[in-house]
Nanobody, 129 residues
C-alpha cells in the first residue's frame, strides 16, 4: 500500500468550487486505478469517482456527474478531484485509495467500496446553503 495524503478540503458555499488532491507519499502509485470516496455524516462511505492510472478512463457516481472532474498528474504522482457547483449534500470526509484491477469492475459498475484495511485521514468538505 502506498501511503496517500488527501488535502484541499474546506468550507464552501453552495455553488462554489474546491479542488482536492491525493498525493502518494514515499513511492509512486502502482495500482490500476485511483478512486475518490466520501463518507457523509452518519452515512456509509461511497464511491465518488475513479480514474485509471493510464488516464484513459474515468467513472463518476451519478450524484456528481457533470460537476466533478477527476484527473491525475503522473509526474507529480497526484490525483485531483475538481468539485464545481457544490451542494450541501456533498458535505463529507473525502478519501482517496488505490483500486486494483480485480476490484475495478465492482467499483465502477456496482459502485461498491472495496473492503480496504487502511484509509488515510481524509479531508473534510463542508458545503453550506
Amino acid at each position: 500500500q502506498v501511503q496517500k495524503v488527501e488535502s484541499g478540503g474546506g468550507v464552501a458555499q453552495a455553488g462554489e468550487s474546491l479542488r482536492l488532491s491525493c498525493a502518494a507519499s514515499g513511492r509512486t502509485f502502482t495500482s490500476y486505478a485511483i478512486g475518490w470516496f466520501r463518507q457523509p455524516p452518519g452515512k456509509e462511505r461511497e464511491v465518488v469517482a475513479t480514474i485509471t492510472w493510464s488516464g484513459d478512463s474515468t467513472v463518476y457516481a451519478d450524484s456528481v456527474k457533470g460537476r466533478f472532474t477527476i484527473s491525475r498528474d503522473s509526474a507529480k504522482n497526484t490525483v485531483y478531484l475538481q468539485m464545481n457547483s457544490l451542494k450541501p449534500e456533498d458535505t463529507a470526509v473525502y478519501y482517496c485509495n488505490e483500486v486494483s484491477g480485480r476490484e475495478y469492475i465492482s467499483v465502477t459498475q456496482s459502485m461498491r467500496v472495496p473492503p480496504y484495511d487502511y484509509w488515510g485521514q481524509g479531508t473534510q468538505v463542508t458545503v453550506s446553503s
